[in-house]
């Protein structure tokens, strides 16, 4: 008996040894962290084009994401690769990218292109394409057929399901313990084009059927904090608990994104949990957000979009948080919309130009991104390429003060509110009003970037952008961050009051965190102690202390 006992304690504990290796995502504050290995990572990632996911082609593009300071790189897997016939899976392509990234010392984002992709069902396998009657498409309301698997079929969630399950079980045989792969998206940018719902008859059987007990108790559990969209929706039509999708939520094209989107979450979610029961990697789906001026039906619909990420939350709980894909000018405002109680921001695609390397210090500064990734990062121009590279490195050395800040208010990002603002930005930090004025920096000839290592590249024409990202290391003490920025400050409580520049130096931290002083920053630098300046085009970092009087 006692032999029985010491076995299955030693069978418990090496149960839990194997659990804690996997990466998962940790509470730290008001967010959560990426823990790998037991150490937080701070994903400086990029996003694979959707055709560069092979050991081949990518072979030659390996030095350009090593110079450019990437530690994750977010890399399609589709399901027609991996399971050409049906039952028979090929893992060569997985196995290669595995071992090319795990040899460059690089993390993995696997992105599951399963019955999605951009709306349509153009990654799924040739079985399934062309089997309609196995496999429904949806309709639209007048009849039309797309290549869009309908949500509604049983058979399409077994099979999707099955094969991104196995996928997993296999990722946990080969990398169970090295861990290069971190976690896993689940489809890709899923929504309803060319109409606001499907009109399938799996889905017009459903939408005269009650609204699942499911999302009514979410919604009425989280009424305060629903999205007002949703909210207003439901109290506009009563406030039913029970009816069907029209009685509940009504007949417009909202009411149908609502429906639509629950039968998605649901799909996408039986996808996710078939997966985490083989290997419990974290997940989540992206959003393909909206085009200014666009209604339901013209963007992908009833994707985990900011006004539906209630509906995909009750509906798909086994996705860890949803993340958009960031294309459009306010940057600002759509990473704020994801930055929600209960979903850390993680920004798996952003427009891969200049900016790019700034909206990285306000991902980070200002919502404590997980990570984030420019798109196609792999073509991605010289100039680009060398912005990115000296953020990315600058990050990288500030990589254990941002873990450390991480859910407090110690720490903030800051970038324009557009191109044409002149004013500046107030922040407030660590009993600090904090004002930052940006300088963007149109070259007149090739730019050449410096990175915070002193190391120097040239580009084509382009603007230099501006940002920053400040970090509180005790009272008056801050790190900033950035390029292109000139800080000034005063107190946050009204008075007579004035604050000081007490030191600030310019430097780096080594790959211990080692503070190396590189020079003293006074008189014409610091405006005669008024203000803390990172000249444009040269990414560097500051130590700052303050003094009042």
């Known amino acids: 008996m006692k032999k029985a006992l010491t076995t299955l304690a030693l069978g418990l504990a090496a149960a839990s040894i194997a659990c804690a290796q996997i990466p998962h995502l940790r509470d730290k504050g008001t967010t959560k962290q990426l823990i790998v290995h037991g150490q937080p990572l701070l994903m400086l990632g990029g996003e694979l084009g959707n055709s560069s996911g092979e050991s081949g082609y990518l072979a030659p593009y390996w030095d350009k994401l090593v110079s450019m300071n990437i530690n994750t790189l977010l890399i399609p897997v589709s399901w027609f690769l991996v399971e050409p016939v049906e039952g028979k899976y090929d893992w060569s392509t997985v196995d290669d990218l595995v071992r090319d990234a795990r040899a460059k010392d690089m993390k993995i984002v696997f992105l599951w292109f399963g019955a999605w992709k951009n709306s349509m069902s153009c990654y799924a ?18 009849g039309r057929p797309l290549e869009i698997v309908t949500p509604l079929s049983e058979e399409a969630i077994r099979c999707d399901a099955r094969a991104f399950a196995a996928l997993m079980k296999h990722l946990k045989v080969i990398d169970g313990e090295q861990n290069t792969v971190v976690m896993v998206q689940v489809e890709n940018e899923i929504g309803m084009v060319g109409d606001a719902r499907d009109y399938s008859p799996l889905a017009n059987a459903a939408y005269a059927k009650p609204v699942p007990a499911e999302l009514i108790k979410y919604m009425d559990k989280n009424f305060d904090r629903l999205h007002p969209t949703v909210r207003s929706k439901w109290l506009d039509m009563g406030r039913k608990t029970k009816g069907n999708w029209a009685e509940v939520f009504g007949t417009d094209a909202l009411a149908e994104e609502i429906f639509m989107a629950w039968q998605f979450g649901v799909y996408t979610g039986k996808v996710a949990a078939a997966g985490k029961a083989e290997y419990a990697l974290p997940m989540y789906t992206n959003a393909a957000l909206i085009r200014p001026g666009y209604v339901q039906g013209q963007y992908p619909s009833a994707g985990p979009l900011p006004h539906l990420i209630d509906v995909w939350r009750a509906a798909a709980p086994s996705l860890d948080f949803l993340a ?14 994801y930055t929600v109680p209960g979903n850390p921001l993680f920004i798996p695609e952003n427009m891969a130009n200049t900016d790019a390397a700034v909206n990285a210090l306000y991902a980070f500064g200002n919502n404590h991104a997980l990570g984030y ?37 110690d720490m903030v990002g800051c970038v324009p509110q557009g191109e044409e603002q002149k004013q500046p930005k107030k922040l407030f930090i660590n009993n600090l009003s904090v004002f930052v004025n940006f300088e963007r920096m149109i070259p007149s000839q090739s730019a050449v970037v410096v990175g915070a290592d002193g190391t120097e590249s040239r580009g084509s024409l382009g603007t230099i952008p501006a940002g920053a990202i400040i970090i509180a290391t005790g009272t008056d003490e801050l790190v900033i961050g950035g390029i292109g920025v000139t800080v000034t400050f005063s107190p946050q409580m009204h008075g007579p009051e004035t604050i000081g520049i007490l030191t600030a130096e310019e430097g780096s931290y080594d790959a211990d965190g080692n503070w190396k002083h590189l020079r003293w920053l006074s008189g014409d630098q610091t405006h005669q102690g ?16 303050l003094y009042r009087y």
Request: with cysteine.
């Open 373 to 409: 990734c420019p798109f196609a990062i792999e073509s991605v121009s010289p100039q680009v390429q060398g912005l990115i590279g000296a953020s990315y490195d600058m990050l990288r050395q500030l990589s254990p003060l941002i873990n450390a800040k991480v859910g407090t208010p």
């Open 125 to 142: 396998p040739d079985w399934v394409k062309t089997d309609t009657k196995r496999f429904p498409r949806c309709i639209t309301s007048n």
């Open 324 to 337: 958009p894909d960031i294309y459009f000018k306010d940057f600002i405002g759509l990473a704020d919309a």
């Open 530 to 545: 008024r203000h803390i300046r990172i000249e444009p085009g040269r990414f560097s970092i500051q130590r700052v202390r």
